[in-house]
Nanobody, 123 residues
């Protein structure tokens, strides 16, 4: 069982940057696709970005492409999300997710979730 712990959320002004981190337990981190999702109040959880288990492949939602960057350090069991040029509409709880060998944008494809970290972007 993989346990995920996110950190790095906070309050930032529009145009600013934040970096999120997600540390995973276990010894097979390199075999997990790691992803970030977010959920704003009153909205469904949505895909933000993913880093494929095999390395090298990443995916981004159109709404964050060019502004957010996902990266991973398999030696540290950690995945990061660097968020630049933040907008008020990026305000949400951000969740880290993991799936063994999987890859995709659907929430149902991920069986392991963190507790979430709040990101608030003020205008």
């Amino acid at each position: 069982q993989v346990q995920l712990v996110e950190s790095g959320g906070g309050l930032v002004q529009a145009g600013g940057s934040l970096s999120l981190s997600c540390v995973a337990s276990g010894r097979t981190f390199g075999r997990y696709t790691m992803a970030w999702f977010r959920q704003a109040p009153g909205k469904e959880r949505e895909f933000v970005s993913a880093s494929k288990w095999s390395g090298g492949s990443t995916d981004y939602a159109d709404s964050v492409k060019g502004r957010f960057t996902i990266s991973r350090d398999n030696a540290k069991n950690t995945v990061y999300l660097q968020m630049n040029s933040l907008k008020p509409e990026d305000t949400a709880v951000y969740y880290c997710a993991a799936e063994f060998w999987g890859y995709g944008r659907a929430t149902g494809q991920y069986n392991h979730w963190g507790q979430g970290t709040q990101v608030t972007v003020s205008s």
